[in-house]
Structure formats: structure tokens, C-alpha cells
């Protein structure tokens, strides 16, 4: 709500990392809005349950799932991966059938809009980067000299953004087909 206060009306596509409550607080403002839940958040949740000898073969088995074509096709590699491991592990292939719709609307767009929208990644990145700027120097003498630190940890941070995002042309290009607005 504060974010619509200031002026963002309309949000196409979130990527969120699982907040219990997020989903719907965003779909309370921006009914229209579609929501991807974070899938290294979920592999990583996932991955918790597995003994350290077997998590490189589930985590394969829980990649033909993500990076699969198709949401129908992904839905069946899970019901493949619950064959296998809900012996084991029966609450990870709880939870992605759990969360399934917000596992999948990145279906809905080619791999390279996949490839910006599946992970949180560099939101996470970008705050440790200022919480790390305003750690070591937990008292400053005033809120400007706070924002001054963090001006400069974003000058930092800006310096190694020089990569643009992977086939950052075309995914824009989908994105304009299919939104329209940007």
C-alpha cells in the first residue's frame, strides 16, 4: 500500500522469496500482478531436509522440475521427483506442490524472461551489500552520514554492475509484446 501511495500504480511480474503473507499483500494492491516465488529460496528449503551424500542428486532431480519447458511438463517431472524421493523426503515434493502456483507462472514466458524473473538473487546480493556498509559502524552521528555510507556502498556495488543481464534484449522485447506499457 505505502509503495501505491508514492506513486507505483501498476507491477507486472514479482519475484518473491516466500514471506508468509507477501503474496497476498501484493495481490491485495496489485490484483493483477503476477507472482513468482523465489526457485533458489525453494530449492535451498528444499535441500535442508537432505542429508549432504544425496543433495546432488536431488537437487538434479528438483532442476528437470524448474527448468522444464512447459508448466504441465514441470508438474510431471514433480510427480516423477515424489516417486522417487517422497520415501525419503516426503515434505519437498509437499511444498512445491504446495506452492505450485507461484512456482509456475514463470512458464508463462521464455527462458530468457525466466532467467530474470526465477531468483531473488540480486535484491539479496545488493542488501547484504548495504547492511555490510552500515555493520562495522553501528553508531553514526546523524541520519546524514548513514545515508552517506550507503551512498557509497551503492557507488560500490554500481562499479561491478558492468554485465547486463543475459539476453536482456530479447526478454525486454517479450516483455513489451506482452505488457505493452513499459
Known sequence: TELYNRGLK?????????????????????????????????????????????????????????????????????????????????????????????LSAMFEFSGPIRKVIYTTNAIESLNMTLRKAIKNKRIFPNDTSVFKSLYLAVLGIERKWTMPIRDWQSAFSQLMIKFGKI
Open 10 to 102: 501498476e507491477i507486472f511480474i514479482t519475484c518473491i522469496d516466500g514471506l508468509k503473507g507477501l503474496d497476498d499483500a501484493i495481490r491485495s494492491v496489485y490484483p493483477q500482478a503476477i507472482i513468482q516465488l523465489c526457485v533458489v529460496h525453494q530449492i535451498r528449503n528444499s535441500l535442508k531436509y537432505v542429508p549432504y551424500k544425496e543433495k546432488k542428486e536431488v537437487a538434479n532431480d528438483l532442476k528437470s522440475i524448474y527448468t522444464s519447458a512447459t508448466a504441465e511438463l514441470g508438474l510431471a517431472n514433480l510427480d516423477e521427483f515424489a516417486k522417487k524421493w517422497d520415501s525419503k523426503f516426503p515434505a519437498i515434493s509437499k511444498s512445491w506442490y504446495n506452492n505450485w502456483d507461484k
